[in-house]
């Protein structure tokens, strides 16, 4: 049943709420219909509603520019209660750089130049544009042409466009956007996407007819297979910037590249063996042709995914490497040093800087940018620092309580940070850094925990914790949307595919790598154990 019209001051409105003035409403569907060609529905709307769609004067300067008649419309702009002279003068602008492009185009030198002198100029709108037009009286059409950047100054546009561009310039409670109702509706739909909680796939047709809502099966939170390979704790986990890889370290000092196949099966590619201590930190290559790892205050070593060897080992006499990662070129590298130092190598070895000082705690967290301006590291127990290695800029982000971990998101805007004190904070780093977002609910109290940015445009945040399960929330609202059962010892540290929203790892002290899910996902093999890789149909 439609709502009854209401009343409220001089206004009427629609709906329920009565937010909705009726006068504006039925303008813009009137426009709607209209720019969908139904010319006659649209006007025997404005008859009924009694309500035009513009007022007598913008319809006659309306036509006025598509008829050309520069002067009279200039006059009629004046009547169509436009309250900022600004906004008057800047169309005022665009009709008569119009007039003088016709003008032009029509070989009327003269009278184009009286325009220029007498009309455009005196507005004081853009002298850098009225000099510009100069230039095309007294300038050949090519030399203009070449000596304004590629910009074609003396070609006319259409009155069809000039009007679109009045359009947009003139406020809309004299002209109504083009397609305004479709832009309202197309942000509704956006802002029902934003507020479900557990949207993780991408939208084929949305209907209009519905609001929007996923269900929980969206989320991974069914176990498709233990990975069983490790025979120690482990500690780290992270897939490759393609989805293709997955790459895991232990207390056993192992490092393994696992791949992903086409299927969404699991298979050991390499077992990496020669650190001498476990490995903490894994970085990908930019190509994802290439691994780091890092063992405790050890050694570096950079790895060729394909062939699975050694390439080189970076290390510092006398002091162990903490942590590692990739510059966006792919042609260096960075490490934080037990020295509190932050040091940049080539790759054949060759120290190109150290950034001295306390740029770094053993924290075996390393950020560095995408764009490659930023440096991120723990710089004391409660302060993150962002330094620009080039523009030598520093901002730092100071928590009340004690850093254990902290992961850049994809797009560099944020930066989640893991907290001592049982919760992850999410923080704005474009220009000076905001607080926007707390976490809570997982739980920590002996260990180092990683969480992860992930889902469908990283609109989820997952953390492992010590109570052996996997907590997802929404990024946005802050909910904690799902908790995973199935690991039987610590969680400590989870990775999202970037390829994939859902699948999820986490990696765990009960020495195995779980891969979820959804849950419609049955695999075709049930309890059975092969290279190290457990099949399941969601038991745990």
């Known amino acids: 049943m439609s709502h009854p019209l209401v009343r409220q001051g001089d206004d009427e409105v629609v709906g329920a709420k009565g937010v909705v003035k009726k006068v504006e409403f039925v303008r813009i569907v009137a426009e709607a219909l209209y720019s969908l060609g139904y010319n006659k529905a649209g006007a025997r709307l404005e008859e009924e509603s009694g309500i035009p769609l513009q007022s007598a004067e913008v319809k006659l300067f309306m036509q006025q520019i598509l008829d050309g008649k520069w002067d009279e419309s200039v006059a009629t702009l004046r009547k169509i209660g436009l309250i900022d002279e600004k906004i008057v003068k800047l169309a005022s602008f665009e009709i008569l750089e119009q007039k003088f492009f016709e003008l032009l185009d029509g070989k009327n030198v003269m009278d184009a130049l009286k325009t220029l002198r007498t009309e455009l100029g005196p507005l004081c709108v853009n002298n850098d544009r009225v000099r510009e037009l100069s230039l095309c009286i007294v300038s050949p059409l090519k030399q203009v042409l070449a000596g304004m950047s590629g910009q074609d100054v003396v070609r006319p546009k259409s009155r069809t466009k000039l009007l679109e561009e009045l359009q947009k310039l003139l ?22 996407l934003d507020a479900c909680r557990f949207h993780n796939s991408l939208v084929g047709e949305m209907s209009l007819l519905t609001d929007h809502q996923c269900g929980r099966d969206q989320i991974p939170s069914q176990t498709l297979q233990i990975l069983q390979d490790h025979s120690d704790e482990v500690w780290f986990l992270q897939f490759s910037h393609g989805g293709k890889y997955l790459a895991s370290s232990a207390a056993d000092c192992l490092v393994i590249i696992w791949e992903v196949k086409l299927d ?15 490995v903490s930190n894994i970085s990908w290559s930019p190509d994802d042709h290439q691994l780091l790892t890092c063992g405790v205050e050890e050694v570096v070593r950079r790895w060729d995914v394909e062939s699975g060897e050694c390439i080189h080992i970076y ?36 120290e190109l800087e150290c950034w001295k000082g306390h740029r770094t705690i053993r924290i075996s967290d390393l950020g560095i940018t995408s ?5 991120v ?11 620009g290695w080039e523009s030598k800029a520093e901002k730092v982000i100071q928590e009340d309580q004690t850093v254990t971990s902290f992961v850049l998101s994809t797009d560099n ?14 923080w704005d780093i474009e220009g000076t850094a905001k607080l926007i977002s707390k976490y809570n609910g997982h739980k920590r109290s002996r260990f180092v925990i990683r969480s992860c940015f992930g889902g469908l445009n990283q609109a989820f945040i997952s953390s492992g914790s010590e109570d052996s399960q996997v907590y997802i929330w929404h990024i946005s ?11 039987s010892g610590t969680v400590n540290c989870v990775s999202w595919n970037p390829a994939d929203p859902h699948m999820l790892a986490s990696a765990s002290d009960d020495h195995t790598i779980r ?26």
């Open 515 to 540: 891969i979820w899910g959804l849950n419609q996902v049955k695999m075709e093999h049930n309890d059975t154990v092969s290279n190290g890789v457990h099949y399941c149909n969601g038991g745990t």
């Open 264 to 278: 969404g099966l699991f298979c050991v590619k390499h077992r990496f063996s020669g650190h001498q201590k476990p």
């Open 377 to 387: 590291s723990v710089c004391k127990d409660n302060m993150i620092l962002l330094f």
């Open 477 to 487: 609202s802050g909910e904690l949307v799902e908790t995973l059962a199935g690991h």
């Open 171 to 192: 406020p809309p409670t004299v002209i109504i956007r083009e397609q305004r109702l479709v832009h309202l509706v197309e942000q509704a739909l956006d802002l029902q």
């Open 371 to 375: 764009d490659g301006k930023h440096v």
């Open 315 to 350: 290390e510092k006499n006398g002091l162990g490497l903490i942590s590692c990662g990739w510059a966006p070129d792919g042609n260096r590298i960075l490490c934080g040093v037990t020295d509190k130092s932050i040091s940049m190598w080539d790759l054949e070895g060759k």
């Open 413 to 426: 805007k944020y930066l989640l940070v893991s907290l001592w004190n049982q919760e992850i904070h999410l």
